[in-house]
């Protein structure tokens, strides 16, 4: 009998034991093809998350060019929104000498409207 090593864990326990003989080849067989067996599953899982990672990294990559392409577009649009508003800040100048020169027309319209109101008040016609 195993005596006081049977609360040890059975790697631990001595395998000395006569009624033990004979059985542990094929004991450490088993535990060795079992062992591989488990091997080979964590490599089979390994290598699936291995291939899991590499699409989520393809899939951050296309998501990164679709973002920088959009980024691209979004400076196009801000060139093209500040060429519209150079363009309407040129018009806004245009149409401000325009009035300007609309009230001065205007200022000389009423000069000589005066100049024609004396005129005719001296020749009383």
Known sequence: MLGTQAHLPAEQVSVHHPSLHGLLG???SVCRSEQSARTGEQTTWTNKQTARSKEQ???????????????????????????????????????DKQTA?????TACTGQQTARNGKQTARTGK
């Open 57 to 95: 990294t393809a899939r951050t990559s296309q998501q990164t060019a679709w973002s920088d392409k959009q980024t691209a577009r979004s400076g196009k649009q801000i060139a093209w929104s500040d060429e519209q508003t150079a363009r309407s800040d040129k018009q806004t100048a245009r149409s």
């Open 101 to 105: 020169w609309s009230n001065k027309q």
């Open 26 to 28: 094929p004991v450490q």
